[in-house]
């Protein structure tokens, strides 16, 4: 009876959460608001498990009647509106501005300090500590920079001489950008020199690597987090690994400690926010200084970094638009007597080419802002309330033909001032727009215009056998498991070691040698399944040794996959049967190759419990 009066109870509360979360879905239409079918829990953006958010953001735009200016979505069960129409999106971005002034991301200053950057401060902090920062991007600071930036170009050409032989070579082009821009904010923003081309393993490359790389959370924990802050400051969760809090807490600590005992000035931003933090009491403190120092390396590393590298991506693909650009370079060089400050400000064709990379590539492809107070959405009755998303899909309306015709062209034309002139002021918000535009936009382009000038009079660019065209972004590629039949599992066992722990002492047969009670014994199943001795040229992939009469021939323990004893796996059959299943589907309609970006060999993940290759394992894939 009781368990009757359980599962009724459960059946409700499930219904009534249904109800509710049908109702919700239910907010813009109810509202009369354009609206696209969501779906539980990711609403509008459940794609983003799959793929980029570039292509869900463009996939959701062209879905839209572009006779509508927004759309109402879902990100989970949070409303939010997707402003699509030009002159709205200029109308949020600066004359509304004072409803939208926040980005709405997390942070938690409380227990993560460096969280509090400026990209993610709101309100009245938000406008205080960016009139602060402003002087520091001023041109002449900027001129001040030029130098740094100027010797890292130099280790980067220097880097690359030393790389390449008579014949062209093959490069990985994002992880030499990447060094170069680890170096520029290195020496930008914090003053040290890191020469990432001669010690790629530094502490700072390291550090940069975990924020990028391997974020303590996923894109989706971390828009949970930016929808439901509550959570977030109620369980104390950082934002950031504890690695990285104290990597940037000590090394700006560390640096100005330096600075003041030895006395030096020098021209990097840390130097300009010091005199900032001196200057009055409305100056810095020493926590908000080390955080804006963290957030130029985190706003100012990937972005440019990103942007160089699509860059040259792009000019290797269009060789007329490289040998123009080349040629602008050269002649700026010749004008001007080198690599001068003057020298990379009258490169007008190169800068065409940054733009439209900038325009294919934008770093942010979403914009996003949140309402501090209710709005009335221009020309309509309805009113958003405060702590509403709004989004700006940028990279969508950058390859929307009706503005930019054949977008995916490569065309650096496109920024002539003549063309730039006849667009509308929305169709290039690469940088953001308004009084949250980037404010590192001046060193960003600066960065761009060094690096690739420097690239461009030494060297040329060419797409190698390897060169990833199209361009695949990350998220959207096929990724197989290598979950397989029996030869794979000889090759790759799920775990590597299998564990036995003694519960009793045991004398090891032959010897006189007693272990102990709880001793533990490894069994090395992957090193012994690539044991010659057992299978002959172990590395080749050979499904003939799983042949009855072979397997016959072999020892018992020779394959332990699965384990053995009484402890042997219990889902066995289960798990082969969805080996079968699987290969079986993809075997009768798809043909598998390997593709330009296929890992050969594989690399193993080293932090997973069981055998895991180390990123996605990407293959062509043909209908059959
Ligand atoms: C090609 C290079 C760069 C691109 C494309 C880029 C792009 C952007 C974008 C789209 C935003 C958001 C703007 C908005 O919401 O309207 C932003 C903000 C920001 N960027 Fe950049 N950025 C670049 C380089 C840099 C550099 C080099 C730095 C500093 C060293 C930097 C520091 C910042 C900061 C601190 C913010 C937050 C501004 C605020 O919220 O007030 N960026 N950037």
Same mark, same amino acid.
């Given at each position: 009876?009781?368990?009757?009066?359980?599962?009724?109870?459960?059946?409700?509360?499930?219904?009534?959460?249904?109800?509710?979360?049908?109702?919700?879905?239910?907010?813009?239409?109810?509202?009369?608001?354009?609206?696209?079918?969501?779906?539980?829990?990711?609403?509008?953006?459940?794609?983003?498990?799959?793929?980029?958010?570039?292509?869900?953001?463009?996939?959701?735009?062209?879905?839209?009647?572009?006779?509508?200016?927004?759309?109402?979505?879902?990100?989970?069960?949070?409303?939010?509106?997707?402003?699509?129409?030009?002159?709205?999106?200029?109308?949020?971005?600066?004359?509304?501005?004072?409803?939208?002034?926040?980005?709405?991301?997390?942070?938690?200053?409380?227990?993560?300090?460096?969280?509090?950057?400026?990209?993610?401060?709101?309100?009245?902090?938000?406008?205080?500590?960016?009139?602060?920062?402003?002087?520091?991007?001023?041109?002449?600071?900027?001129?001040?920079?030029?130098?740094?930036?100027?010797?890292?170009?130099?280790?980067?050409?220097?880097?690359?001489?030393?790389?390449?032989?008579?014949?062209?070579?093959?490069?990985?082009?994002?992880?030499?950008?990447?060094?170069?821009?680890?170096?520029?904010?290195?020496?930008?923003?914090?003053?040290?020199?890191?020469?990432?081309?001669?010690?790629?393993?530094?502490?700072?490359?390291?550090?940069?690597?975990?924020?990028?790389?391997?974020?303590?959370?996923?894109?989706?924990?971390?828009?949970?987090?930016?929808?439901?802050?509550?959570?977030?400051?109620?369980?104390?969760?950082?934002?950031?690994?504890?690695?990285?809090?104290?990597?940037?807490?000590?090394?700006?600590?560390?640096?100005?400690?330096?600075?003041?005992?030895?006395?030096?000035?020098?021209?990097?931003?840390?130097?300009?926010?010091?005199?900032?933090?001196?200057?009055?009491?409305?100056?810095?403190?020493?926590?908000?200084?080390?955080?804006?120092?963290?957030?130029?390396?985190?706003?100012?590393?990937?972005?440019?970094?990103?942007?160089?590298?699509?860059?040259?991506?792009?000019?290797?693909?269009?060789?007329?638009?490289?040998?123009?650009?080349?040629?602008?370079?050269?002649?700026?060089?010749?004008?001007?007597?080198?690599?001068?400050?003057?020298?990379?400000?009258?490169?007008?064709?190169?800068?065409?080419?940054?733009?439209? #990379?900038?325009? +294919?590539? %934008? *770093?942010?492809?979403? =914009? !996003?802002? &949140?309402?501090?107070?209710? @709005?009335?959405? $221009? /020309?309509?009755?309805?009113?958003?309330?405060?702590?509403?998303?709004?989004?700006?899909?940028?990279?969508?309306?950058?390859?929307?033909?009706?503005?930019?015709?054949?977008?995916?062209?490569?065309?650096?034309?496109?920024?002539?001032?003549?063309?730039?002139?006849?667009?509308?002021?929305?169709?290039?918000?690469?940088?953001?727009?308004?009084?949250?535009?980037?404010?590192?936009?001046?060193?960003?382009?600066?960065?761009?215009?060094?690096?690739?000038?420097?690239?461009?009079?030494?060297?040329?660019?060419?797409?190698?056998?390897?060169?990833?065209?199209?361009?695949?972004?990350?998220?959207?590629?096929?990724?197989?498991?290598?979950?397989?039949?029996?030869? #794979?599992?000889? +090759?790759? %066992? *799920?775990?590597?070691? =299998? !564990?036995? &722990?003694?519960?009793?002492? @045991?004398?090891? $047969? /032959?010897?006189?040698?007693?272990?102990?009670?709880?001793?533990?014994?490894?069994?090395?199943?992957?090193?012994?399944?690539?044991?010659?001795?057992?299978?002959?040229?172990?590395?080749?992939?050979?499904?003939?040794?799983?042949?009855?009469?072979?397997?016959?021939?072999?020892?018992?323990?020779?394959?332990?996959?699965?384990?053995?004893?009484?402890?042997?796996?219990?889902?066995?059959?289960?798990?082969?049967?969805?080996?079968?299943?699987?290969?079986?589907?993809?075997?009768?309609?798809?043909?598998?190759?390997?593709?330009?970006?296929?890992?050969?060999?594989?690399?193993?993940?080293?932090?997973?419990?069981?055998?895991?290759?180390?990123?996605?394992?990407?293959?062509?894939?043909?209908?059959?």
């Amino acid at each position: 009876m009781a368990l009757h009066v359980g599962l009724f109870l459960l059946a409700g509360v499930f219904a009534l959460l249904y109800a509710l979360i049908v109702q919700r879905y239910r907010y813009w239409k109810i509202r009369n608001i354009p609206t696209l079918p969501a779906s539980f829990p990711l609403g509008n953006f459940g794609a983003l498990r799959r793929r980029s958010p570039a292509e869900v953001s463009t996939e959701l735009y062209r879905q839209m009647d572009p006779k509508e200016r927004f759309y109402g979505l879902f990100i989970t069960l949070k409303p939010a509106i997707m402003v699509t129409d030009l002159d709205l999106i200029k109308t949020v971005l600066i004359k509304d501005f004072n409803y939208f002034p926040d980005h709405g991301i997390y942070r938690n200053e409380r227990v993560d300090p460096i969280s509090a950057h400026l990209f993610c401060l709101e309100g009245a902090k938000w406008k205080s500590v960016r009139s602060k920062l402003s002087p520091t991007f001023t041109s002449g600071r900027m001129k001040a920079m030029f130098p740094v930036l100027h010797e890292v170009a130099g280790n980067f050409r220097q880097y690359l001489q030393t790389q390449l032989t008579a014949e062209p070579t093959e490069l990985d082009l994002k992880d030499c950008c990447a060094r170069m821009m680890i170096d520029n904010i290195g020496g930008c923003a914090f003053g040290i020199e890191c020469n990432s081309f001669r010690e790629p393993n530094s502490a700072f490359r390291r550090t940069g690597q975990l924020v990028f790389d391997s974020p303590r959370y996923s894109a989706l924990a971390t828009s949970v987090l930016t929808l439901y802050p509550a959570i977030g400051h109620a369980l104390g969760l950082k934002m950031h690994h504890d690695e990285v809090i104290e990597f940037f807490t000590e090394l700006v600590r560390d640096t100005i400690a330096m600075r003041e005992r030895s006395a030096t000035k020098r021209n990097d931003l840390l130097e300009i926010m010091l005199e900032l933090k001196s200057a009055t009491e409305a100056g810095l403190t020493m926590d908000e200084l080390t955080a804006q120092a963290f957030g130029f390396f985190l706003a100012g590393y990937e972005t440019s970094s990103s942007n160089i590298t699509f860059c040259l991506y792009e000019l290797a693909l269009n060789e007329e638009c490289q040998e123009r650009a080349r040629a602008c370079v050269l002649e700026a060089l010749r004008k001007h007597g080198g690599m001068t400050y003057e020298a990379i400000a009258d490169m007008e064709y190169l800068d065409r080419c940054i733009n439209e #990379t900038l325009r +294919k590539y %934008p *770093p942010l492809p979403v =914009l !996003h802002r &949140l309402s501090c107070k209710p @709005y009335r959405l $221009p /020309g309509t009755d309805v009113i958003l309330p405060a702590k509403t998303k709004l989004l700006i899909p940028v990279y969508a309306i950058q390859r929307d033909e009706r503005y930019y015709p054949d977008p995916e062209r490569f065309d650096p034309d496109r920024f002539a001032p003549e063309e730039v002139a006849k667009r509308h002021f929305s169709t290039f918000l690469s940088f953001g727009e308004g009084p949250r535009i980037c404010i590192g936009q001046g060193l960003g382009v600066m960065q761009s215009r060094v690096g690739l000038a420097t690239l461009l009079a030494n060297f040329r660019f060419r797409p190698g056998p390897t060169t990833p065209i199209p361009l695949v972004y990350a998220k959207n590629a096929l990724t197989l498991q290598n979950n397989g039949p029996v030869q #794979t599992l000889r +090759k790759y %066992p *799920p775990l590597p070691v =299998l !564990h036995r &722990l003694s519960c009793k002492p @045991y004398r090891l $047969p /032959g010897t006189d040698v007693i272990l102990p009670a709880k001793t533990k014994l490894l069994i090395p199943v992957y090193a012994i399944q690539r044991d010659e001795r057992y299978y002959p040229d172990p590395e080749r992939f050979d499904p003939d040794r799983f042949a009855p009469e072979e397997v016959a021939k072999r020892h018992f323990s020779t394959f332990l996959s699965f384990g053995e004893g009484p402890r042997i796996c219990f889902g066995q059959r289960l798990g082969v049967m969805q080996s079968r299943v699987g290969l079986a589907t993809l075997l009768a309609n798809f043909r598998f190759r390997p593709g330009p970006t296929t890992p050969i060999p594989l690399v193993y993940a080293k932090n997973a419990l069981t055998l895991q290759n180390n990123g996605p394992v990407r293959l062509l894939v043909e209908p059959l």
